[in-house]
Nanobody, 123 residues
């Protein structure tokens, strides 16, 4: 059974940066495409970014606008989301997502989810 554990969330001022991490255990990490989704209060969960197992393919939501970078370290079973120039609108719970032999997409997230990590952007 896949387990996903996120970390790295917190409170940051507008314009600041955070790096989220997600560790996958229970299965072979390199057989999963990985993604990040987020959910703001009162809103539906939305796609943020995804990366293929080999890192040769990445996809980002339009609102990322070059501010976020998704990456992975297969030797460490970890996927990262580096976030810069954070805005109050980026506030929400960020969820790690895994798709077996595929890549999470905005319309089709993977089956496995982490518990989420809270990101709050506020002065």
């Amino acid at each position: 059974q896949v387990q996903l554990v996120e970390s790295g969330g917190g409170l940051v001022q507008p314009g600041g940066s955070l790096r989220l991490s997600c560790v996958l255990s229970g299965r072979t990490f390199s057989t999963y495409g990985m993604g990040w989704f987020r959910q703001a209060p009162g809103k539906e969960r939305e796609f943020v970014a995804a990366v293929s197992w080999s890192s040769d393919y990445t996809q980002y939501a339009e609102f990322v606008k070059g501010r976020f970078t998704i990456s992975r370290a297969n030797a460490a079973n970890t996927v990262y989301l580096q976030m810069h120039s954070l805005e109050p609108e980026d506030t929400g719970v960020y969820y790690c997502n895994a798709e077996y032999h595929g890549v999470p997409t905005p319309a089709g997230p993977g089956r496995d989810w982490g518990q989420g990590t809270q990101v709050t952007v506020s002065s």
